[in-house]
């Protein structure tokens, strides 16, 4: 504890203490548990680095540690011989600027406290990790979104990390700042190499206070963005939420419902779409199968035309409670303009 207590003295002691090779197993655990109340917010760029570099190694020989028998993921590496094939000879690297060398046999899973001394990057891995939720956890969410707003946005890696501070400030905080939303929307404008960060990305209005900050009316502009982006990875997380929009999002459910009126896609993923979107609005679900079934197409091509109808019966309906949400709307798009974050 005398060494765990010399790095809780400043954040540069414990970082040095936290990747250092010489550190014991036990004492950097101890060390990390107290990490999120001595490591400022202000260095999660320095943390996502070391994660991204770790990971970077890690995927490519799993640090020398065979595969967990147990799970159902093997890691393409642990398949080869020795851990040293998976590098091609290349055993001599650099982690966090400290030499490392790969093993020359694969660490039986799971490794000891002395195997994972030996193989340090293994549980500096471990420990970023629980900085970083430490971090996510307790740490101011205005300085986390400010933090993330200053990140780069260049592809799918970057936006995602932007992605996952913002969305779990806001589900701390209960809502999400105009800029925050505005840097959602420049995500899912953006191209295919980091629009991808914006799966699931509309579902976060479970967490938030709709009737505070306007965050209804800008969820409502999220998800139409969602539905314009065509991908349906995209597309149908975005109809998803309409369960968690209280009131009702008009103007999206219209739009959500054209979408999946005039989709391509197939008639049981259209379906299984129009159910969740009738229950949001308080109608009665078709019916549809919750699993695909090949030989049932037929039917269900007639549970997407029924939905079809529907939406011809109520379309003018809806436009009219849509069209007496367009003052919010237009006020929601015009704040979130204004965020440069992530924007093309």
Same mark, same amino acid.
């Given at each position: 504890?005398?060494?765990?207590?010399?790095?809780?003295?400043?954040?540069?002691?414990?970082?040095?203490?936290?990747?250092?090779?010489?550190?014991?197993? =036990?004492?950097?655990?101890?060390?990390?548990?107290?990490?999120?109340?001595?490591? +400022? &917010?202000?260095?999660?760029?320095?943390?996502?680095?070391?994660?991204?570099?770790?990971?970077?190694?890690?995927? #490519?020989?799993?640090?020398?540690?065979? #595969?967990?028998? *147990?799970?159902?993921?093997?890691? +393409? $590496?642990?398949?080869?011989?020795?851990?040293?094939?998976?590098? =091609?000879?290349?055993?001599?690297?650099?982690?966090?600027?400290?030499?490392?060398?790969?093993?020359?046999?694969?660490?039986? !899973?799971?490794?000891?406290?002395?195997?994972?001394?030996?193989?340090?990057?293994?549980?500096?891995?471990? &420990?970023?990790?629980?900085?970083?939720?430490?971090?996510?956890?307790?740490?101011?969410?205005?300085?986390?979104?400010?933090?993330?707003?200053?990140? +780069?946005?260049?592809?799918?890696?970057?936006?995602?990390?932007?992605?996952?501070?913002?969305?779990?400030? #806001?589900?701390?905080?209960?809502?999400? %700042?105009?800029?925050? !939303?505005?840097?959602?929307?420049?995500?899912?404008?953006?191209?295919?190499?980091? /629009? %991808?960060?914006?799966?699931?990305? &509309?579902?976060? &209005?479970?967490?938030?206070?709709?009737?505070?900050?306007?965050?209804?009316? *800008?969820?409502?502009?999220?998800?139409?963005?969602?539905?314009?982006? /065509?991908?349906? $990875?995209?597309?149908? +997380?975005?109809?998803?939420?309409?369960?968690?929009?209280?009131?009702?999002?008009?103007?999206?459910?219209?739009?959500?419902?054209?979408?999946?009126?005039?989709?391509?896609?197939?008639?049981?993923?259209?379906?299984?779409?129009?159910?969740?979107?009738?229950?949001?609005?308080? @109608?009665?679900?078709?019916?549809?199968?919750?699993?695909?079934?090949?030989?049932?197409?037929?039917?269900? @091509?007639?549970?997407? #035309?029924?939905? $079809?109808?529907?939406?011809?019966?109520?379309?003018?309906?809806?436009?009219?409670?849509?069209?007496?949400?367009?003052?919010?709307?237009?006020?929601? %798009?015009? =704040? *979130?303009?204004?965020?440069?974050?992530?924007?093309?």
């Amino acid at each position: 504890m005398t060494l765990v207590r010399a790095a809780w003295s400043s954040p540069e002691a414990l970082w040095k203490f936290l990747t250092s090779p010489s550190t014991g197993v =036990k004492e950097r655990r101890v060390a990390a548990s107290k990490a999120e109340q001595i490591i +400022p &917010v202000e260095w999660l760029p320095r943390i996502l680095a070391a994660k991204q570099e770790l990971s970077r190694e890690g995927g #490519a020989y799993n640090f020398g540690i065979a #595969a967990n028998p *147990m799970s159902a993921y093997v890691p +393409p $590496s642990t398949r080869l011989k020795s851990p040293r094939d998976a590098v =091609k000879g290349e055993i001599n690297r650099t982690i966090l600027g400290y030499p490392f060398v790969v093993p020359e046999q694969w660490i039986p !899973f799971p490794p000891s406290d002395e195997d994972l001394k030996r193989v340090w990057p293994a549980q500096v891995s471990a &420990v970023m990790d629980v900085i970083y939720s430490g971090l996510l956890d307790h740490a101011d969410p205005d300085r986390l979104d400010s933090v993330a707003l200053a990140l +780069p946005c260049n592809d799918y890696q970057t936006a995602i990390q932007i992605v996952w501070i913002t969305s779990h400030a #806001a589900r701390r905080r209960g809502y999400a %700042r105009p800029e925050v !939303f505005g840097m959602w929307m420049n995500i899912t404008r953006g191209n295919v190499n980091v /629009n %991808r960060a914006a799966v699931g990305l &509309v579902g976060v &209005v479970r967490y938030l206070d709709l009737r505070r900050e306007d965050n209804w009316a *800008m969820a409502q502009v999220l998800g139409l963005e969602a539905l314009r982006t /065509n991908d349906t $990875s995209i597309t149908y +997380p975005a109809i998803d939420s309409l369960q968690n929009f209280h009131p009702v999002p008009y103007a999206f459910v219209l739009a959500a419902a054209r979408y999946l009126a005039s989709s391509k896609d197939s008639a049981f993923n259209r379906a299984y779409e129009a159910d969740i979107l009738l229950r949001a609005v308080g @109608e009665s679900p078709l019916g549809a199968p919750t699993s695909y079934d090949p030989t049932k197409t037929s039917e269900q @091509e007639k549970l997407a #035309a029924r939905f $079809s109808e529907w939406l011809r019966n109520n379309e003018a309906n809806l436009k009219e409670r849509a069209k007496s949400e367009e003052p919010r709307i237009d006020a929601a %798009r015009r =704040k *979130m303009a204004s965020a440069s974050a992530c924007r093309r």
